[in-house]
């Protein structure tokens, strides 16, 4: 007698098993995909752990959904010595997500696919008022103009907003660039607005710079980082996010990394927090035209303003260079500081910020070796973000999720 005792399966159990597990893989198939790490079938074979048959089962079913398209044409990739594999890509005529940007001048509706790919776009300017339901309104049929004229199938909708959000409720703590009342339900008032238009599926809110930074980590200058810090200067103020392992580090109640009112200028100028010299009024658009002597103007945003001003002028104008200088040296202090704390093994800047990063990276790199633990921090990389819309980008990513995590379940339900 053997050792074997297990009862063998049944070709009816095998199959069901072989089903199951195919299941469990369709989320992780389809994230590998959609992030660009499984350009070929036999590389999500690898990747995933299964059998070729599972993995073939896996693309098939995907592909079947609308969400990804296999080619029929095995071919070997550029460059590659191994065996030709067939090629996986997203489906460019498949489901999109409606994904919604409010920043202090007004707003940016978006259709974005599988891939991060932006399918069409609409901004617009207006006054954001103190009532937030009138620009999600705004952006919301801006948003539903698009898929009207574009006639793909929208799966969710997701919206970043220019403040902390507190989870699990979904409220914008502190909307000062906005003028929003502290504590507004943005999720629940952006969730009405989408349902009134009769769009499909569930809605989401989240704070502008962690889309931005869970974007570039799937999709930008963040992929394949462990431990990725994102600091960036949007229109107005500074935010900051950490990407642990894949996931968006938020803290206990979606208020981690609120990295604008470090203290970086103890003797600068007040801080709407009640403190003063913070990162927030220190190192954003509004530093940056002030300490070169520049009165903003009120046609173009103040982030535009700036990058103009450094871009232009920097190489020329003295007062333009000592204002960079100043503020590279303060956001590389606040870096400093964070790199002290978080021990990141990138550092990804967005905004003015990496207009900064890209003017003179040797000062910063500088600045933040010189203030960090024992100089090592200096050799932390520090790159620039590299995505149009990262905010809208990551939006997206929050409506993508839960087709990530269950395509079948999801696509079932809208
Ligand atoms: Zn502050």
């Given at each position: ?5 297990a ?10 098993a072989r ?7 369709l989320g992780?198939?389809l994230?590998?995909?959609h992030?660009?790490r ?5 590389v999500?074979?690898t990747?995933?752990g ?13 592909e079947?959904?609308g ?6 044409h095995?071919g ?9 594999s067939?090629r ?5 005529d ?6 919604a940007q409010v920043?202090?001048d007004?707003?940016?509706?978006a259709l974005?696919?599988l ?8 901004p ?7 009532d937030?339901a009138?620009?999600l309104g ?10 009207r004229a574009?006639?793909?199938r ?11 959000v ?13 003028d929003w009342p502290a504590g507004?339900?943005?999720r ?13 599926g ?14 570039e980590?799937?999709?930008g200058?963040?992929r ?13 103020g500074?935010?900051g ?10 803290g206990?109640?979606?208020l ?11 003797e600068?100028?007040?801080c709407?927090?009640g403190?003063?010299?913070c990162?927030d009024?220190?190192?954003d ?9 520049r ?7 103040l ?23 100043a503020?590279i ?14 021990n990141?093994?990138?550092?990804i ?20 070796a010189d ?38 379940t999801?696509?079932a339900?809208?």
């Amino acid at each position: 007698m053997s050792g074997n005792a297990a009862p063998r399966a049944t070709g009816e159990g095998n199959t069901r098993a072989r089903l199951d597990r195919g299941r469990g893989a369709l989320g992780p198939a389809l994230e590998l995909v959609h992030t660009g790490r499984a350009p070929t079938r036999a590389v999500l074979t690898t990747a995933l752990g299964v059998t070729r048959a599972t993995a073939g089962a896996v693309a098939a079913e995907l592909e079947a959904l609308g969400l990804i398209r296999v080619d029929a044409h095995p071919g070997a990739a550029a460059g590659s010595q191994g065996r030709p594999s067939h090629r996986l890509e997203v489906a460019e005529d498949g489901p999109v997500v409606l994904a919604a940007q409010v920043h202090a001048d007004g707003y940016r509706a978006a259709l974005v696919g599988l891939g991060g790919r932006i399918v069409a776009t609409a901004p617009g300017c207006e006054t954001v008022e103190a009532d937030p339901a009138k620009v999600l309104g705004s952006v919301v049929e801006a948003g539903a103009d698009l898929l009207r004229a574009t006639g793909l199938r929208c799966v969710g909708a997701g919206l970043a907003v220019p403040a902390a959000v507190a989870e699990p409720e979904g409220l914008a703590l502190n909307p000062m660039h906005v003028d929003w009342p502290a504590g507004s339900p943005v999720r629940e008032i952006f969730a009405e607005r989408v349902r009134a238009a009769g769009i499909e599926g569930p809605a989401f809110a989240a704070n502008d710079v962690n889309l931005a930074a869970l974007a570039e980590h799937r999709h930008g200058a963040g992929r394949g980082a462990r431990h990725l810090l994102c600091v960036a200067t949007g229109h107005r103020g500074v935010g900051g996010a950490l990407v642990l392992d894949g996931r968006l580090h938020t803290g206990s109640s979606g208020l981690a990394l609120e990295v604008g009112h470090l203290t970086v200028n103890p003797e600068g100028r007040p801080c709407h927090c009640g403190s003063r010299g913070c990162l927030d009024v220190e190192a954003d658009p509004l530093a940056l035209l002030t300490a070169a002597g520049r009165d903003p103007g009120p046609e173009l945003s103040l982030l535009q303003q700036a990058n103009d001003l450094i871009r232009a002028h920097h190489a020329e104008d003295p007062a333009v260079r000592a204002a960079t200088e100043a503020l590279i040296d303060r956001l590389g202090l606040g870096l400093a500081g964070l790199v002290n704390i978080l021990n990141p093994d990138r550092i990804i800047l967005g905004g003015l910020h990496r207009t900064l990063l890209d003017t003179d990276p040797d000062r910063l790199s500088a600045v933040v070796a010189d203030r960090s633990l024992w100089g090592r921090s200096g050799g932390v990389p520090i790159l620039p973000c590299t995505l149009d819309h990262n905010s809208l980008v990551g939006a997206a990513e929050l409506a993508w999720q839960p087709v990530l995590d269950d395509p079948l379940t999801a696509l079932a339900g809208v």
